[in-house]
């Protein structure tokens, strides 16, 4: 599954949803990722749904705690600007060690009014040593505007496309 990625110092982050990280086998992935993935660095992103409901609370936290001891990091993927955004995943904060927020939920039209906005999850980031990547970075002004802000961690198509991994090594198995 791992085969074609980089053998260099890189990060590797996996999206798993609420269900995959309460369950049992999770403690079982976390471990066989690990040990395919060295020495790369896993993040499990989890992208939340503010409407949703989150049972077993507290075996969440557990298994998240657990794979932070494993050296994985733990994201929160896709902060918004409602405060029904910071309601869900306040509980969190205790095991999150990056809270990803994107640039197009905090644009607004002119007159519009955001219960949280940028500078609310850069202190909130701040406060619990969490740290705040600011995704789907555009153009300079979106940089500035994180420059201006305090936030270091960026990225978007400004810094990059997305890259294939598999089609790279193939390209360079052509050279």
Do not use: C
């Not at 609420?18 to 992208?47: G, H, K, N």
């Not at 989150?54 to 932070?68: I, N, V």
């Not at 902060?79 to 905090?106: C, H, Y």
């Amino acid at each position: 599954m791992f085969d074609g990625l980089p053998t260099l110092p890189y990060t590797l982050a996996i999206n798993l949803d609420y269900d995959q990280i309460i369950s049992p086998e999770f403690d079982y992935f976390v471990r066989w990722a690990q040990s395919r993935i060295t020495p790369m660095q896993l993040v499990i992103e989890l992208t939340i749904d503010p409407q949703a409901e989150y049972p077993k609370r507290r075996r969440f936290l557990r298994q998240a705690a657990q794979a932070r001891q494993y050296g994985v990091q733990i994201a929160v993927d896709n902060v918004g600007n409602r405060q029904i955004d910071l309601n869900a995943i306040e509980w969190m904060l205790p095991v999150t060690d990056i809270i990803k927020a994107s640039m197009r939920q905090f644009r607004k039209a002119d007159g519009e009014w955001l219960d949280l906005n940028l500078q609310f999850w850069r202190k909130l980031a701040q406060q619990h040593h969490i740290e705040l990547v600011l995704m789907g970075v555009e153009d300079d002004q979106d940089a500035e505007l994180a420059k201006l802000l305090k936030i270091d961690h960026m990225q978007g198509y400004l810094y990059g496309r997305p890259v294939d991994v598999a089609q790279r090594k193939e390209r360079e198995h052509e050279r």
